[in-house]
């Protein structure tokens, strides 16, 4: 993960990484159906960098709460 100037934490390698763990994972499978993708060796990749994405995004939107909130209490969002 790489932090900007601002809260927001950008997501462009970990959608990169994911894209080709995927593929990976589909060069493992025949038919591409959901139960082969979960036998396939390289799932396990798949799932740990879809949840270091899921940290990304809930970075990026816990950062955009904090800053909506501090923008309420001092009075400068409107209502």
Request: proline fraction near 4%.
């Amino acid at each position: 993960m790489r932090y900007g100037s601002s809260w927001t934490v950008t997501s462009e390698r970990p959608l990169r990484q994911l894209g080709a763990a995927l593929g990976t994972a589909e060069a493992e499978t025949s038919h591409e159906t959901d139960a082969e993708y979960l036998r396939a060796d390289s799932w396990p990749q798949v799932v740990a960098i879809a949840g270091r994405l899921a940290q990304v995004m809930i970075a990026n939107d816990l950062g955009e709460l904090l800053a909506l909130h501090e923008a309420r209490v001092a009075g400068e969002a409107p209502q």
